[in-house]
Structure formats: structure tokens, C-alpha cells
């Protein structure tokens, strides 16, 4: 079955570390993105890609790095200099159409906690 | 002001009841999606909207692009209808906006 795979779904970390979340799809879609879901806030852009080799920083990109070296790959790097890492990652994928985002798809999350 | 406003934040109901779920923007939008977000954390694309109205089984989306308005409903609600929902709106090529959700506990 097409998905999105994202790995560890639970992840610690002690201050002044860098951790990478994995995220995987095989639905052959062009653009992925990473967010971060605080509660009571929506879900926030922290980087995107539209094809390999080029992403651009969403809203909240400090502290954060990524890298599109294969289509199906967009790992996500939490940097010590993320001041509060905390948080609930989530991984999307989508094909863009005419009308916007299509099949918008989202892996099970990774939820990172900084002891 | 969030450029998209979700209400209510939270809905409880009984089993049975029709809920109605509202999201409003303040952008030009592409197309506007409902999510639903269960406990543990994974996203579940709903509806994808441009115009109109949709239905998949109990589920029911509408937009009125002129008010800038969309509603979510779930008719004969069931206690596994419990979950977050999201609304999120596309704007330019590549941005999505969400909303914070409503967190909605159907009761037996």
C-alpha cells in the first residue's frame, strides 16, 4: 500500500543534540513537507520541497535542516540550536493540481521529546 | 487574527446527533481540505474542496467561496467519529494554512 513512513514515532533527546526524523513515501508525489503541531496551534510549515534537490524554508525554519536528495526521502534535522524542540513532527506529501493541493497525505507523526 | 478561524474549538455530543463543524478564512484560496486528526497523532485527508459540496457516507462538506466559508458535517454521529478536525486552505501554489481544530467527543 502507498503511505508515508516516519521513523522513530517516539525519540528523546538531551539538550544540545541533533536528531533526524525519517520520512518515506512511495506515492510518487513531487512535494513533501514537514510541520510542527503544538497543542493548541495549527499545524506549522517548517520546510518544503517541490522536487528533488530544491526545498525552501517554511515559517518557523530556524533550528531546522533538511536535504531532497531522492524523491522519495525528506529527512528532517532537529539542530541543538532549536531553542524548543519539543513538539509533534508530521510529514505530508501532495501532487499539486490546478486546483491546489491534491491527495494531500500525511504520515503517522513523530513525536520528539527533549529531556 | 488567524487566517483561518475554526468553531467551535471543542464539541461534545451524544451518539446519534448531527454535528456541524465551521471554518472561515480571510485569503484567496486554491481549495480548502478537512483532516481528522485521531488520538496518536496520524492525519486522514477528508474532503478536498473548490467549490460546492461533498459527500462520502456520513460525512458532508460544503464552501462558499464568496463568504469564505466551509462547514464539516457528520450525520448520525458515532462515538469513533471522536477526533480533531482540521480545517486547512491552499493559497498561491505550494502554502497550506491550517486551522487549530475542533476537538469533537461523541459520547454513547
Known amino acids: 500500500d502507498g503511505g508515508i513512513t516516519q521513523s522513530p514515532k517516539y525519540l528523546f533527546r538531551k539538550e544540545g543534540q541533533n536528531v533526524t526524523l525519517s520520512c518515506e513515501q512511495n506515492?510518487?508525489?513531487?512535494?513533501m513537507y514537514w510541520y510542527r503541531q503544538d497543542p493548541g496551534q495549527g499545524l506549522r510549515l517548517i520546510y518544503y520541497?517541490?522536487?528533488?534537490?530544491?526545498?525552501q524554508k517554511g515559517d518557523i525554519a530556524e533550528g531546522y535542516s533538511v536535504s531532497r536528495e531522492k524523491k522519495e526521502s525528506f529527512p528532517l534535522t532537529v539542530t541543538s540550536a532549536q531553542k524548543n524542540p519539543t513538539a509533534f513532527y508530521l510529514c505530508?506529501?501532495?501532487?499539486?493540481?490546478?486546483?491546489?493541493?491534491?491527495?494531500?497525505?500525511f504520515g503517522a507523526g513523530s513525536r520528539l521529546t527533549v529531556l | 487574527k488567524n487566517e483561518v478561524e475554526q468553531s467551535p474549538q471543542n464539541l461534545t455530543a451524544q451518539e446519534g446527533e448531527f454535528i456541524t463543524i465551521n471554518c472561515s478564512y480571510s485569503?484567496?484560496?486554491?481549495?480548502l481540505h478537512w483532516l481528522q486528526q485521531h488520538p496518536g497523532g496520524g492525519i486522514v485527508s477528508l474532503f478536498m474542496?473548490?467549490?460546492g459540496k461533498k459527500k462520502h457516507g456520513r460525512l458532508i462538506a460544503t464552501i462558499n467561496i464568496q463568504e469564505k466559508h466551509s462547514s464539516l458535517h457528520i450525520t448520525a454521529s458515532h462515538p469513533r467519529d471522536s477526533a480533531v478536525y482540521i480545517c486547512?486552505?491552499?493559497?498561491?501554489?505550494?502554502?497550506?494554512?491550517f486551522g487549530t481544530g475542533t476537538r469533537l467527543q461523541v459520547f454513547p
Open positions: 505530508a506529501s501532495t501532487i499539486w493540481g490546478v486546483n491546489g493541493a491534491n491527495v494531500l497525505t
Open positions: 506515492l510518487n508525489h513531487d512535494a
Open positions: 520541497s517541490q522536487i528533488v534537490n530544491d526545498f
Open positions: 485569503v484567496g484560496i486554491s481549495a
Open positions: 474542496l473548490s467549490s
Open positions: 486547512a486552505v491552499g493559497v498561491n501554489t505550494d502554502k497550506l494554512i
